[in-house]
């Protein structure tokens, strides 16, 4: 089980200050590899998403990934690498999944108190923790 590093908070910090106005790019800068991948590794120095980097170009790639896994949905992906949370104990640097009408099922984003740091096309926003359907524990 993946453990927090000592003093993650500050490479939770940096890597969120790093990604907040770098554009949306499949397989690179999305909400698997890009944001929660990166900020897993900032804080456990383990990083999930590397078998999946560069893997993909677009969201039919993505997608393909996900199905040759055999996951219905990104959110049960996450589950095979995280343990899963009710959303209510989600703490600062937990995974939360947000349900979307995608074939992916869901959206990710990294909890940040009572907000929920996600991608947009230009950068990082924020949504609320209570819009979390699913979570995980990191570390």
Known sequence: ???????WRGRFEAVIDEL?????????HDC????????????TGEDPAKPYRGKYFDAKGALRIIKRK?????GDMVASML??????????GDIGAIKTDSAFGYALGVVNGERVFVLM?????????LQCERAFKVG
């Open 1 to 7: 089980m993946m453990q927090r590093l000592p003093k």
């Open 20 to 28: 907040k106005s770098k554009p949306f790019l499949w397989g690179d």
């Open 32 to 43: 698997g590899p890009g944001l929660v991948g990166n900020v897993v590794n900032a804080i």
């Open 70 to 74: 055999g996951f219905a949905n990104l």
């Open 83 to 92: 343990p899963e949370i009710h959303p209510s104990q989600a703490k600062i």
């Open 121 to 129: 096309e230009d950068g990082i926003g924020t949504v609320d923790l």
